[in-house]
């Protein structure tokens, strides 16, 4: 079946974060790591059905919603879970911050990689830790500028006696990196060797651009399997955020038990019932075909972007792996003393577009674009971004 990307639905005045927190109803929002897509057909009869039943009681997942998890990890990736590994949460964000909070000590430091998802920054400094950042290296010698990683620093950091855990970001937010499996396991012998647990947020694991490959770090061997915790969720693949389920994986009952304090301490026990019910809708074999198409989508409209802003060659569009997300170089711009946060509120209020500052990311040299959003949008977001570009660099 061919899937309809191309349906624009007015998310105006549906209490969406994305949408509705501009007050002027003409700007385009590109920020909040959402799609403007609907759910799946085949979510969306589901989640009606449970609707049509009339009663939202407390939940509690069934063997099927574990079978579903468990099986579409090991068709896709051959990563073989058990269903005592998985313990369900309402989301990625409370998952890392009960990750921290359990598995490290007070006065110990958390390693990720920076530039990084906002929360990262907040989950470590909300719970009393002390960061350190192996920040991504650019490489700009490519076509389109993309990341790599200092493995000496990692290296340097992770030998800190401090150090007990390193947040991943597979694939990477907001760089668009899918990380190749060589890199994991560099990474993965680096913990190892230095006593680091890998904490794995995988939630943009099913957002992968043709030629690109995610892989679970914990499915690349049982020494990592054992060395991590892993974290996923349907909900930026197949745009279920707002329903707030996610699993965390860990093979380690020790780690498991320790989570499970926390989670009992801050009464995190409960998730949402039409969250349990579109997860197991999304992982079957229609989700899979849904996704392939998505991907394909989103790609194509990373290339609007691309050819709208040949208009604008001093900004360098970031090569992009996975994820919807497409993270800009606006050096040209902070070179000219035009701060990436003056041209996110510049562009809002002048070519009606909201893209992030990627200050928010640990790094104002760079704007972050969500791709996800049906073709005529795109194609009207990618001018007024090109447009707002131009004259900025032309003042
Ligand atoms: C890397 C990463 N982790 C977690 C989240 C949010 O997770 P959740 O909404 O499940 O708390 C996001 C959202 O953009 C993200 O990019």
């Known amino acids: 079946m061919r899937y309809d990307f191309d349906e624009v639905t007015d998310r105006h005045g549906s209490n969406s974060v994305k949408w509705d927190l501009c007050k002027d109803p003409e700007v385009i929002p590109m920020w909040v790591a959402d799609m403007d897509f609907k759910a799946a057909p085949f979510i969306l009869d589901a989640v009606r059905k449970r609707v049509e039943h009339g009663i939202f009681g407390y939940t509690h997942p069934s063997p099927s919603y574990y079978r579903a998890t468990i099986d579409w990890f090991e068709r896709r990736r051959g990563w073989k879970i058990q269903p005592e590994w998985i313990t369900f949460i309402s989301g990625i964000v409370p998952a890392l911050s009960i990750a921290i909070e359990a598995l490290t000590e007070s006065d110990e430091k958390v390693i990720f990689q920076g530039p990084a998802y906002n929360c990262f920054y907040s989950c470590v400094r909300n719970n009393g830790r002390i960061l350190l950042e192996n920040r991504l290296v650019c490489d700009n010698a490519a076509e389109a500028p993309s990341f790599t990683i200092d493995f000496e620093d990692l290296e340097r950091k992770c030998a800190d006696p401090k150090a007990t855990l390193f947040i991943l970001c597979n694939p990477h937010n907001p760089s668009g990196r899918i990380w190749t499996r060589e890199e994991l396991t560099r990474i993965g012998e680096i913990c190892l060797r230095h006593g680091v647990t890998v904490v794995s947020d995988e939630i943009h694991c099913e957002l992968e651009m043709p030629g690109y490959t995610y892989t ?57 019932q039409i969250g349990v019910v579109a997860l197991e809708a999304a992982y079957t074999a229609e989700g899979e075909e849904w996704l392939k198409q998505l991907n394909a989508y989103i790609h194509e409209n990373w290339h609007v972007l691309r050819d709208a802003l040949t208009a604008v060659p001093e900004v360098k569009l970031c090569r992009l792996e996975g994820t919807y997300l497409t ?68 003042r």
């Open 216 to 272: 679970p770090f914990a499915s690349i061997c049982k020494e990592f399997e054992d060395n991590s915790v892993t974290f996923v969720s349907p909900s930026k693949s197949f745009n279920l955020a707002g329903l707030e389920i996610a699993n965390m994986i860990s093979n380690d009952p020790a780690k498991r038990e320790k989570m499970d304090r926390v989670i009992n301490r801050w009464e995190h026990c409960d998730v949402n």
């Open 327 to 394: 993270w800009l170089d606006c050096k040209a711009l902070t070179a000219r003393g035009i701060t990436t946060r003056e041209a996110q509120d510049s562009l809002v209020e002048n070519e009606k577009v909201w893209i992030n500052s990627g200050t928010m990311y640990g790094d104002g040299d760079y704007m972050r674009i969500n791709l996800a959003c049906p073709r005529s949008l795109m194609k009207e977001g990618a001018a007024r971004i090109a447009a707002g570009l131009r004259r900025l660099l032309d």
